[in-house]
């Protein structure tokens, strides 16, 4: 009996032991359960500015340090492709990025496959018109405002003139004519073009359209009757106006005798070193002029369109919100698509956030409470004419393959393959053809 108690005893004994230990794997079961939030969430980026390809990564990097269970890998267009087309190729094959720059033109395009981001804290700090917003959802993240006409290298013009150049002296295409000579005569190259499309289409042209009128309302009635076929290109005042502006910058090209051969790379390095005087382009390029001139004085330009100082345009530059971010809903999953919200706060609120947009990055924030000025020459040169109201409305609605079809126009009218009436019919024929 003695023994049947002992080995009873022992019996309930081994039962407490097994129950505590398999007490003991619950718990360590639900205390990894509980850290699955902690465990790392990695996201995709995807890049369609180029130039801020280091920057980004470097953030990315302060980002992760920041909130280590988060890792952002950076994803890029390739060369040539807009932001529209690697989004779409990329959803195609099943693996959207989770985070994707878009042009302003592309968010539309995938509002079916992109989060709501109404509810987000930074949605109230955003400047005006900055933001998609489609029957009452915000789909994006305003990333940059961006402005672009004549860089300026102070240093040769100043040289130029014989003395300090004052960029509120050229107000005029005749100013601009002697503003080059002027520049030549001291030995220098006047100005160098970009023959990229985006450039030439999606931001000289622009003014075609910007600079129809400072009531945008009449803006939008020359698109319309683009859309109708019921635009006459050939007999608009503007479009000849800047097209005369475009002739007097064809004959003082750099690369004149070869006008389609220079890549973007050329740009920088030729104005940073000092050898051109000017150079079609926007604040987005100060990284790579300050990697050849980082202590130079650098600002804009308007691109004139005529000879009377006090037409819209002529004393402006165009500024917009260029770059927009947004979310993936499709096949992000929710700890994916929160981990991309807080990357985006970061942006707006956390200082190290703030200082790659304005420090590292030179980018404008399209965001009222960043107090950071910027400390980039052109970002402060553009922050000038915002100051003094001298900005026209930078399109940033144009169809997404607009920089494509008719910056390969404009590269044809560059480099004297089609004339002026040819290049009108192109772009009639392209806007009777926009879906």
């Not at 003991?24 to 939030?37: I, Q």
């Not at 489609?134 to 402005?147: I, M, N």
Request: with cysteine.
């Amino acid at each position: 009996m003695q023994k049947k108690a002992s080995l009873l005893c022992l019996l309930m004994a081994f039962s407490v032991l097994i129950a505590a230990c398999g007490s003991g794997n619950r718990t360590e079961s639900t205390d990894a359960s509980s850290s699955g939030s902690e465990q790392t969430v990695k996201i995709t980026l995807l890049n369609s500015k180029s130039e801020v390809q280091e920057q980004l990564e470097e953030a990315v990097n302060v980002f992760h340090h920041d909130h280590p269970n988060i890792e952002i890998e950076i994803l890029t267009t390739g060369n040539g492709q807009s932001p529209f087309e690697k989004a779409s190729q990329l959803y195609a094959a099943g693996n959207p990025a989770t985070i994707s720059m878009l042009d302003p033109a592309d968010v539309e395009q995938f509002k079916d496959r992109i989060l709501d981001l109404s509810g987000e804290k930074w949605v109230a700090d955003a400047i005006d018109n900055s933001m998609t917003v489609v029957d009452g959802k915000v789909l994006d993240f305003p990333f940059a405002v961006e402005g672009f006409g004549f860089i300026y290298n102070k240093r040769v013009l100043d040289e130029a003139v014989g003395g300090s150049f004052d960029p509120t002296s050229i107000q005029t295409r005749d100013g601009l004519k002697n503003l080059f000579m002027q520049i030549e005569a001291a030995g220098k190259q006047a100005l160098h073009i970009s023959p990229l499309d985006w450039s030439l289409g999606a931001h000289f042209l622009n003014f075609l359209y910007a600079d129809q009128s400072q009531d945008y309302a009449q803006v939008e009635t020359f698109i319309e009757k683009l859309r109708t076929g019921n635009a006459d290109v050939a007999g608009n005042a503007v479009f000849n106006g800047l097209m005369d502006t475009f002739d007097l910058m064809k004959e003082h090209n750099s690369d004149k005798k070869s006008p389609l051969t220079a890549t973007y790379d050329k740009g920088p390095e030729l104005i940073g070193n000092g050898e051109v005087g000017l150079w079609f382009m926007g604040n987005w390029a100060w990284p790579n002029i300050q990697a050849f001139d980082p202590e130079g004085e650098y600002g804009f330009l308007p691109v004139p369109i005529s000879n009377n100082a006090s037409d819209y345009g002529n004393t402006q530059i165009a500024t917009a919100v260029t770059k927009r971010l947004v979310v993936d809903k499709e096949r992000s999953t929710p700890d994916q698509q929160a981990a991309a919200k807080q990357f985006l706060e970061w942006l707006v609120y956390e200082s190290n956030g703030q200082n790659f947009l304005v420090n590292k990055a030179s980018i404008i924030p399209a965001f009222k409470n960043i107090a950071l000025e910027p400390r980039d020459p052109l970002s402060k040169s553009i922050k000038d004419y915002m100051n003094r109201g001298k900005t026209v409305v930078g399109m940033t609605s144009l169809p997404s393959d607009h920089w494509s079809v008719l910056g390969a126009s404009m590269q044809k009218y560059l480099a004297n393959v089609i004339d002026r009436a040819g290049l009108a019919k192109e772009i009639e024929d392209y806007w009777k053809n926009v879906k």
